[in-house]
Nanobody
Framework: QVQLVESGGGLVQAGDSLRLSCAAS????????MGWFRQAPGKEREFVAAITWSRGSTYYADSVKGRFTISKDSAKNTVYLQMNSLTPKDTAVYYC????????????????????WGQGTQVTVSS
């Protein structure tokens, strides 16, 4: 089992920045990659970004490329999502997830491939 705890959400204005954190505990050595997903009210959960533990390979949804950066601190078993130039369209509950199996490129985008999920953290961007 891998336990994930997100933090760092909040209410910000358009154009502001936020950094989300996801602390992993438990059998973290079994995890191949970590991902961030988000779900806005009335919408399906969507992929935001992912990073592999070993190589640090990163993947991003087109909607956040150039604005969001995913990073990791392996010593702390923590993954971050730096979000810049936020817009009201970024308003959602953001979830951290861990997957055991290998993925690359678009394979890392599918939420069904992730085995463990955090409880989510709310991000609200006002106009």
């Amino acid at each position: 089992q891998v336990q994930l705890v997100e933090s760092g959400g909040g209410l910000v204005q358009a154009g502001d920045s936020l950094r989300l954190s996801c602390a992993a505990s438990g059998r973290t050595f079994s995890s191949y990659a970590m991902g961030w997903f988000r779900q806005a009210p009335g919408k399906e959960r969507e992929f935001v970004a992912a990073i592999t533990w070993s190589r640090g390979s990163t993947y991003y949804a087109d909607s956040v490329k150039g604005r969001f950066t995913i990073s990791k601190d392996s010593a702390k078993n923590t993954v971050y999502l730096q979000m810049n130039s936020l817009t009201p369209k970024d308003t959602a509950v953001y979830y951290c997830a861990a997957r055991i199996s290998y993925c690359s490129a678009y394979g890392c985008y599918r939420s069904s491939g992730y085995d463990f999920w955090g409880q989510g953290t709310q991000v609200t961007v006002s106009s």
